[in-house]
């Protein structure tokens, strides 16, 4: 696979859209893909960020290892000041954990586009820090469709949804737009038609033009 000129993408989309299978595509296309919630995950067990979840939510959120997922969604979303103290302690380091994975990425493989899998992205406001972002869109319907066959909470789910920017301007703040209401194969599809884009154009982050119109749409 030819190198791309462009080298940081993220991918946006709301729960059971199909964002992280989009970011699973482009990595066998060749992509080095960095997936937040993985490394948010892995934050859970460090210690300074144990100490200031149990300050903030209580010893009932500690677990063996560090912090228990399920109890912490539960005490963080019950209202919006919980929230806030959640991404207050959260947030920062799992931004500087991210910068740092992108630049082990770029060290270790510059030739290839590296991709942020990760749903914030747009309440982070760091969408200018990006040389493309990707909007995964589907139906509700669909989402929560997909999301109960894989066994997920639906009723998390939209408690947190709750807290998120609406979907809208989550997808007017992109510059493509995937669609997936169809197979797999479909999406695969359209990943590699996404693909072809980016390895097409001119943009980097030193300058440059986008490698395609706002706003693209891949169906």
């Known amino acids: 696979m030819q190198s791309s000129s462009v080298i940081l993408l993220g991918i946006v989309g709301l729960p059971g859209s199909g964002k992280s299978s989009v970011a699973s595509g482009m990595e066998h296309l060749g992509a080095t893909v960095i997936n937040a919630d993985v490394e948010g995950h892995g934050l859970l067990v460090e210690s300074p960020i144990v100490e200031a979840l149990v300050s903030a939510f209580g010893p009932g959120i500690r677990s063996v290892e560090g912090?228990?997922?399920t109890r912490l969604a539960d005490a963080a979303l019950r209202r919006r000041t919980t929230m806030k103290t959640l991404n207050a302690i959260m947030?920062?380091?799992?931004?500087?954990?991210?910068?740092?994975?992108?630049?082990?990425?770029?060290?270790?493989?510059p030739d290839r586009p590296v991709v942020i899998d990760a749903a914030l992205?747009?309440?982070?406001?760091?969408?200018?820090?990006f040389d493309l972002l990707v909007f995964v869109h589907c139906s509700k319907a669909l989402r929560h469709k997909r999301l109960v066959a894989?066994?997920?909470?639906?009723?998390?789910?939209?408690?947190?949804?709750?807290?998120?920017?609406?979907?809208?301007?989550?997808?007017?703040?992109?510059?493509?737009?995937?669609?997936?209401?169809?197979?797999?194969?479909?999406?695969?599809?359209?990943?590699?038609?996404l693909y072809r884009v980016i390895l097409a154009g001119p943009a980097g982050p030193q300058g440059g033009t986008l490698p395609c119109p706002r706003k693209l749409w891949i169906d």
């Open 67 to 69: 912090v228990d997922r």
């Open 91 to 109: 947030h920062p380091p799992l931004l500087k954990r991210l910068a740092g994975k992108v630049r082990e990425a770029w060290q270790q493989r």
């Open 121 to 129: 992205i747009p309440e982070w406001g760091i969408g200018s820090y």
């Open 150 to 193: 894989a066994g997920r909470d639906l009723a998390v789910l939209r408690r947190l949804e709750r807290f998120q920017l609406p979907e809208v301007d989550k997808r007017n703040g992109c510059h493509v737009v995937v669609d997936n209401h169809g197979s797999r194969d479909d999406l695969m599809e359209r990943v590699h038609a």
